[in-house]
């Protein structure tokens, strides 16, 4: 049974900085991307930035320049630094693992983490 395990959101000034992290629990043979998404209240959830097992970015034009996405070297944690932070950038923050093979002959099906709150507010 795999896992995703968020954390790092919290409360932040506007132009201040949080870095995310999610973690994958349990067996994992491979991952076709990793990614982050936000939903606000309201709001349909969006992609923020995903990477896949290459190292290919892409990010939602209002974070570009501000977000950087990336993953650790065994490719079970992606992470969202984000910087200059403002106040729409309020949202819970998930991520989600596309493709993800438990062996290599397995059934490739998506995660998702429970998200993780960021506030963003003076």
């Known amino acids: 049974q795999v896992q995703l395990e968020e954390s790092g959101g919290g409360l932040v000034q506007p132009g201040g900085s949080l870095r995310l992290s999610c973690a994958a629990s349990?067996?994992?043979?491979?991952?076709?991307?990793m990614g982050w998404h936000r939903q606000a209240p309201g709001d349909q959830r969006e992609l923020v930035a995903s990477i896949t097992g290459g190292g290919d970015t892409n990010y939602v034009d209002s974070v570009k320049g501000r977000f950087t996405i990336s993953r650790d070297g065994a490719k079970r944690t992606v992470y969202l630094q984000m910087n200059s932070l403002k106040p729409e950038d309020t949202a819970v923050y998930y991520c989600?693992?596309?493709?993800?093979?438990?062996?290599?002959?397995?059934?490739?099906?998506?995660?998702w983490g429970q998200g993780t709150q960021v506030t963003v507010s003076s």
């Open positions: 349990g067996s994992i043979f491979s991952i076709y991307r």
């Open positions: 989600k693992f596309q493709g993800v093979r438990t062996t290599s002959t397995s059934r490739s099906r998506d995660y």
